[in-house]
């Protein structure tokens, strides 16, 4: 069986890892942003706050896997949105790519030059 051509396996990896990355960066936004707004607009006092600020840090993994959790989790959470990025990228340019390779092709099968 011949290997996948390296968009197809990207495209593989990039919708296999979207679900298990989309949930923390999920909460992590929605508490940071609520974080700060909470704070800005609603004049929550930092205590009042304080409770985003666990969940948007993952303070609260602590309680079954240590300080490490927390390291573990905001590590993840970067490099799992820098792997979307990227791929995503990747993704983007291949497409405009083919379309460029496509409309030239076209270009030249009309008998025009570019």
Do not use: C, K
Request: aromatic residues 10%.
């Amino acid at each position: 069986m011949p290997a996948r051509p390296w968009p197809l396996r990207l495209r593989h990896w990039h919708g296999a890892l979207a679900p298990v990355v989309l949930l923390p960066l999920l909460v992590t936004v929605s508490s940071g942003v609520g974080y700060r707004l909470g704070r800005d607009w609603i004049h929550l006092s930092r205590d009042q706050a304080h409770l985003l600020m666990v969940i948007h840090e993952g303070e609260w993994l602590q309680r079954w896997f240590g300080a490490s959790g927390e390291t573990f989790y905001v590590l993840a959470n970067g490099l799992g949105l820098l792997w979307m990025l990227a791929s995503g990228a990747g993704l983007l340019l291949e497409r405009w790519r083919r379309r460029l390779s496509r409309s030239q092709s076209e270009r030249a099968a009309e008998g025009g030059d570019t």
